[in-house]
């Protein structure tokens, strides 16, 4: 919804004193603080939603929910580099300013909201596998992907990952563990993603994240 100007104010005015030029800059003196109180109040909602912020004020937003943007351990590999399969364009994050050379100590911000969204929805998470389908869907619903969790009934489980084909820096978090949505005690035995994106060859299967020959791909198996 369109925040009101200046002239959606003036507009109100009657006909008797749409012609009293000292009335018409009275009012525009009186609305003209509101409706830039009004445009600072919404920067202000805007900077610091998850969707739009940027730079620091997802910052200050990982403060909130407890995950800062610094890495305990460096993502290797996640470079943009040419003629290296799965870092090349789209897929590998240009170097920081600050960064090493051969490994990413901080998140850009597009990988940083991905990471974010995950652990917001941990966060109301109630440890169960149909619970985790809805923290996978918060965390990568936005990124065009899809969650496929197979309970394997040994303590493990297969997570498959359908739709968009996640980038390198994606792949290095969830191998790193740092988007561990799983009941505790649980493990992760593998990732599978499709190595072009779209859905996983199943058996039986005609869903978004699962379908059979000639619409669906053979996974890459991502191993933590």
């Known amino acids: ?10 507009s109100l005015i009657t006909s008797l004193y749409r012609g009293a030029p000292r009335f018409i800059a009275w009012c525009s003196c009186l609305t003209g603080s509101v409706v830039s109180t009004q445009g600072l109040l919404d920067a202000i909602r805007r900077g610091f939603d998850l969707d739009t912020a940027v730079g620091v ?8 929910v407890g995950r800062a943007r610094g890495l305990e351990t460096p993502l290797e590999g996640v470079y943009f580099s040419w003629d290296e399969a799965g ?6 994050s240009w170097m920081g300013l600050y960064d090493p050379e051969t ?7 597009d990988a940083y909201r991905v990471l974010l969204r995950a652990k917001i929805a941990a966060n109301a998470w109630d440890g ?10 918060t965390a990568f619903a936005a990124v065009g992907s899809s969650v496929i969790i197979q ?11 359908a739709g968009l084909h996640p980038d390198a820096v994606t792949k290095a978090l969830l191998t790193k563990g740092y988007i561990p949505l799983k009941p505790e005690g649980v493990r992760v035995r593998y990732y599978a993603v499709p190595p072009q994106g779209g859905a996983i060859f ?8 699962l379908n059979g020959w000639d619409i669906s791909g053979w996974p890459e198996l991502i191993v933590p």
């Open 202 to 209: 199943a058996w039986d299967c005609a869903s978004d994240g």
């Open 128 to 137: 169960t596998i149909p619970g985790a389908y809805k923290v996978w869907e």
């Open 57 to 64: 004020q997802l910052d200050q937003i990982g403060d909130w």
């Open 103 to 109: 490994s990413m100590v901080s998140l850009p911000d």
């Open 151 to 161: 309970d394997n009934q040994d303590m493990s489980i297969a997570v498959g990952v």
């Open 87 to 92: 870092v090349g364009w789209g897929q590998g």
């Open 1 to 10: 919804m369109a925040l009101p100007t200046l002239d959606t104010y003036l």
